[in-house]
């Protein structure tokens, strides 16, 4: 198994629903998980990170982590088509290099 | 205005040339870091620094190199024993914490002639 796994989709989803990104992960990475959000040609930007089991929310956004299944996922609540990105799940190295192991990310269009 | 600055934002190399990538952060982090992105592909980490004057090989430092001299500069050279170079090249930095966020400079897309 790969240390952070994503679902490369594309993912698509119409205007105003809720898109559901899903990572799962290793035994070889640590409890903290990032979410980032790349549009095309750009870099990656933040969304959330989560550190503890269960829900974080931040506006339309929620990140879930289930320690016991081992998986990660964002939900985005009202879609819109802005959403339109590449999202990158990421994990920090268990050992101390602070390194952090990235899934190759999950494609989502948001249709008008 | 605090971030993280790459410069060029496009770069163009013949074939045999080193090229050098600049990045600089004002945000007195402590540890830096340079990845390379291949359409369609995850972020691939090249060379990362967590204090000034050390550095460690990431997964694939072949071909490049790098310095960390001042505490706000990570420049990356990529030489001509890298034989793959056009690609998207990121410098991240964050404080030195476990945990802590990276943030990510804009980028330089870097294409061999």
């Known amino acids: 198994q790969k240390e952070v796994e994503q679902n490369s989709g594309p993912l698509s989803v119409p205007e105003g629903a809720i898109a559901s990104l899903n990572c799962t992960y290793s035994d070889r990475v640590s409890q903290s998980f990032f979410w980032y959000r790349q549009y095309s040609g750009k870099s990656p930007e933040l969304i959330m990170s989560i550190y503890s089991n269960g829900d974080k929310e931040d506006g339309r956004f929620t990140a879930q982590l289930n320690k016991a299944s081992q998986y990660v996922s964002l939900l985005i609540r009202d879609s819109q088509p802005s959403d339109s990105a590449t999202y990158l799940c990421?994990?920090?190295?268990?050992?101390?290099?602070?390194?952090?192991?990235w899934g190759l990310g999950t494609s989502l269009a948001v249709n008008p | 205005d605090g971030g993280i600055t790459q410069s060029p934002k496009y770069l163009f190399r013949k074939e045999g040339q080193n090229v050098t990538l600049s990045c600089e952060q004002n945000?007195?982090?402590?540890?830096m870091y340079w990845y390379r992105q291949d359409p369609g592909q995850g972020l691939r980490l090249i060379y990362y620094?967590?204090?000034?004057?050390?550095?460690q090989k990431g997964d694939i430092a072949e071909g490049y190199s790098v310095s960390r001299e001042k505490k706000e500069s990570f420049p990356l050279t990529v030489t001509s024993a890298q034989k793959n170079p056009t690609a998207f090249y990121l410098c991240?930095?964050?404080?030195?914490?476990?945990?802590?966020?990276?943030?990510f400079g804009p980028g330089t897309r870097l294409t061999v002639l």
């Open positions: 945000l007195n982090h402590d540890a």
């Open positions: 620094s967590q204090i000034v004057n050390d550095f």
């Open positions: 990421a994990a920090e190295n268990a050992g101390n290099n602070r390194k952090l192991i």
């Open positions: 991240a930095s964050k404080q030195g914490d476990v945990a802590d966020t990276q943030y």
